[in-house]
């Protein structure tokens, strides 16, 4: 009999660690359950969040292309109109460029007959000095002689 009872005893604890276990299963599962249901909560959330933010960045790129075409049409105006501005502006330069050629060309002509007047005026000095200085030698050398002759 005292067998039987610690049997019964080993059968009873046994069934009461069998009836912990099940509902600590129970609870594990409701827990798995639940965090499956939080994590797919949270990726529907996410999802929805991202396809939000997905559109409004779709809609500011929109705009964002539309005001680079206006702002690319508006330079491309501003541009042509700057062309037809300075085409006249161009000619007027083109004209005064080839006066000032012409002016540069007659001040070198000047400027090239000028020197060669002054080149033939020095010229002229340096013959006449040349000139001077010959006579000046001859004429010291006269009169050094006399001086040798009568020193010797």
């Known amino acids: 009999m005292a067998e039987d009872e610690s049997d019964q005893q080993a ?4 069934e009461q660690e ?3 276990l099940r509902v600590t299963i129970a609870a594990l599962r409701e827990q798995i359950e639940q965090a499956h249901y939080d ?3 949270a990726v529907q959330q996410a999802v929805a969040r991202s396809s939000a933010e997905i559109s409004q960045l779709k809609s500011a790129m929109q705009a964002l292309r539309d005001k680079l075409e206006e702002t690319r049409i508006a ?3 501003q541009a042509q109109a700057m062309v037809r501005d300075l085409s006249s502006e161009v000619v007027q330069l083109k004209g005064t460029a080839a006066t000032l050629r ?3 060309e007659q001040l070198s002509a ?3 007959q000028r020197i060669d007047d002054l ?3 020095h010229n002229d000095e340096i013959r006449h000095l040349q000139g001077t200085i010959t006579a000046l030698r001859e004429r010291l050398e006269v009169e050094a ?3 040798r002759s009568s020193g010797a």
């Open 110 to 112: 000047q400027s090239a």
């Open 39 to 41: 994590k797919d909560r």
């Open 18 to 20: 069998i009836h912990q």
């Open 145 to 147: 002689t006399p001086a």
């Open 102 to 104: 012409e002016r540069i």
């Open 75 to 77: 330079k491309q105006e």
């Open 11 to 14: 059968l009873r604890a046994a």
């Open 119 to 121: 080149q033939k005026s």
